[in-house]
T-cell receptor, first 109, second 116 residues
Framework: TQLLEQSPQFLSIQEGENLTVYCNSS?????LQWYRQEPGEGPVLLVT?????EVKKLKRLTFQFGDARKDSSLHITAAQPGDTGLYLC?????????FGKGNQVVVIP | GAVVSQHPSRVICKSGTSVKIECRSL??????MFWYRQFPKQSLMLMAT?????????EQGVEKDKFLINHASLTLSTLTVTSAHPEDSSFYIC????????????FGSGTRLTVV
């Protein structure tokens, strides 16, 4: 059973369009993290959200943590080809992290 | 920022041999290191957690005698895949966390292991 469910698993959009991907769980997390992973590389941390209802912005990326701290979303405005990658959400589990399967985003020039 | 170096990036080995993967924190002391495994189109699955100077804690279903983890110093952890089999072929990623609540998780660049 996957602790964190990410949807959609795959998304292909044209450059300049907006997109939103989701990370959902039935469990409450003290915090959630979003990472981007390129093929053959380790994940790179984008943001950590801690407070329910929190919204964080990182340039064209907007991250939101659900009020109940069970879900999160990532919105990309005016997507660029450089935004292509696998976006992973992760929540603390023990000392380590539990990851979702990821949202594979492809931005077509 | 915090940097974690993982080596080698790719390795091919024969069935039955052992392979060692190194994970180093370059500019901070990693009190805790984590080892993950990622199969194609799958998520990262935590294999084990190691704290410096103590035995690693393995996740359910991970064979501790097959995946030997050593965390002998605050900057180095190693994962040794013993008696490797083709089904052990995967992408192995380490992560390190320093002391203090502000230290997040920093990931290495991963090791692609292929057992032939």
């Amino acid at each position: 059973t996957q602790l964190l469910e990410q949807s959609p698993q795959f998304l292909s959009i044209q450059e300049g369009e907006n997109l939103t991907v989701y990370c959902n769980s039935s469990s409450v997390f003290s915090s959630l993290q979003w990472y981007r992973q390129e093929p053959g590389e380790g994940p790179v941390l984008l943001v950590t959200v801690v407070t329910g209802g929190e919204v964080k912005k990182l340039k064209r990326l907007t991250f939101q943590f659900g009020d109940a701290r069970k879900d999160s979303s990532l919105h990309i405005t005016a997507a660029q080809p450089g935004d292509t990658g696998l976006y992973l959400c992760a929540g603390a589990r023990g000392q380590g992290l539990a990851f979702g399967k990821g949202n594979q985003v492809v931005v077509i020039p | 920022g915090a940097v974690v170096s993982q080596h080698p990036s790719r390795v091919i080995c024969k069935s039955g041999t052992s392979v060692k993967i190194e994970c180093r924190s370059l500019d901070f002391q990693a009190t805790t290191m984590f080892w993950y495994r990622q199969f194609p189109k799958q998520s990262l699955m935590l294999m084990a957690t190691s704290n410096e100077g103590s035995k690693a804690t393995y996740e359910q279903g991970v064979e501790k005698d097959k995946f030997l983890i050593n965390h002998a110093s605050l900057t180095l952890s190693t994962l040794t895949v013993t008696s490797a089999h083709p089904e052990d072929s995967s992408f192995y990623i380490c992560s390190a966390r320093g002391q203090g609540v502000d230290y997040g998780y920093t990931f290495g660049s991963g090791t692609r292991l292929t057992v032939v």
